[in-house]
């Protein structure tokens, strides 16, 4: 079975502090996707990864991806408050059409 | 441009009552996804539509679950006998015709009383 872990599933940080949220998949796939989501609101696409080794940045997020170890990381780095939300990432098989969530990660920055 | 838009927004119904719900896709993308979002749950895959290719109704947890996509744009997804554990967020994505991200619809949100 197809599995797609991430951790921690609730973090709590303070503003400015860094920290990284991890996402574990159980097959092969080089192709990694975060996404993030508002309460009560849909996904919004954050990056895409499709190679590995790719690393990508948006102002204070980082994705990496790490296809040997089948692990990909998104970093926080000096967290705001507006970057409270929930984190998903979702893999895409090599030969599959689905797409694979994680749990998602619960992310609240305290001011 | 227009994102991907879904109706109704909210649905309340009874159980046993049968829904349907609808899903815009923004135009040129030819994939089509349907997800299930149980409160605090990550998504859950339902079926995929790619073209004009047979959709892969894999994820669909019930036959009393069914979709279809109209002229490869326009999809609605029909729960009959809707029951309680029906209740969720339907969430729609589209993607373009290469392999690249969804874009996700804003979500439909079922509660069956």
């Known amino acids: 079975e197809l599995k797609v872990e991430q951790n921690p599933l609730f973090l709590s940080m303070q503003e400015g502090k860094n920290y990284t949220i991890y996402c574990n998949y159980s097959t092969t796939s080089d192709r990694l996707y975060w996404y993030r989501q508002d309460p009560g609101k849909s996904l919004e696409s954050l990056f895409v990864l499709l190679s590995n080794g790719a690393v990508k940045q948006e102002g204070r997020l980082m994705a990496s991806l790490d296809t040997k170890a089948r692990l990909s990381t998104l970093h926080i780095t000096a967290a705001v408050h507006d970057l409270s939300a929930t984190y998903f990432c979702a893999l895409r098989t090599m030969t599959g059409n689905q797409f694979y969530f994680g749990t998602g990660t619960s992310l609240t920055v305290i001011p | ?113």
């Open chain 2, 1 to 113: 441009g227009a994102g991907v838009s879904q109706s109704p927004s909210n649905k309340v119904t009874e159980k046993g009552k049968d829904v349907e719900l609808r899903c815009d896709p923004i135009s040129g993308h030819t994939a089509l996804y349907w997800y299930r979002q149980s409160l605090g749950q990550g998504l859950e895959f339902l079926i995929y539509f790619q073209g004009n290719s047979a959709p892969d109704k894999s994820g669909l947890p019930s036959d009393r679950f069914s979709a279809e996509r109209t002229g490869g744009s326009v999809s609605t997804l029909t729960i009959q006998r809707t029951q309680q554990e029906d209740s969720a967020v339907y969430l729609c994505a589209s993607s373009p015709p290469r392999d690249r991200e969804q874009f996700f619809g804003p979500g439909t949100r079922l509660t069956v009383l």
